[in-house]
Nanobody
Framework: QVRLVESGGGLVQAGASLRLSCAAS????????WGWFRQSPGKEREFVAA????????NFADSVKDRFTIFRDDAKNTVYLHLNSVKPEDTAVYYC????????????????WGQGTQVTVSS
């Protein structure tokens, strides 16, 4: 059974940094792209960042570009999202997701999803 488990969320002050992790089990994901999405109360789930199956391509939402980075460690079957210079508007539940090969910004194009980790940024 495939499982994606996010960790690393928490309560931080504006301007801080933190690292989210998404550990996968049940299969290898070397031929899968990874994505990070987030959802705030009353809002739709939105794209944050993605990395292709080989790590050569990445994509970021305009709202996080130049502040967030994404990395994958296939040896650990894990993907990371580094959040730098966080803002109160970054507060959300962050989800990781996986889809075959290429990156996408579309929620419905991802096959596997984690349960999410809460990030709260205080001003």
């Amino acid at each position: 059974q495939v499982r994606l488990v996010e960790s690393g969320g928490g309560l931080v002050q504006a301007g801080a940094s933190l690292r989210l992790s998404c550990a996968a089990s049940g299969r290898t994901f070397t031929d899968y792209a990874w994505g990070w999405f987030r959802q705030s109360p009353g809002k739709e789930r939105e794209f944050v960042a993605a990395i292709s199956w080989n790590g050569y391509a990445t994509n970021f939402a305009d709202s996080v570009k130049d502040r967030f980075t994404i990395f994958r460690d296939d040896a650990k079957n894990t993907v990371y999202l580094h959040l730098n210079s966080v803002k109160p508007e970054d507060t959300a539940v962050y989800y990781c997701a996986a889809r075959p090969l290429t990156i996408s910004t579309i929620v419905n194009e991802y096959t596997y999803w984690g349960q999410g980790t809460q990030v709260t940024v205080s001003s």
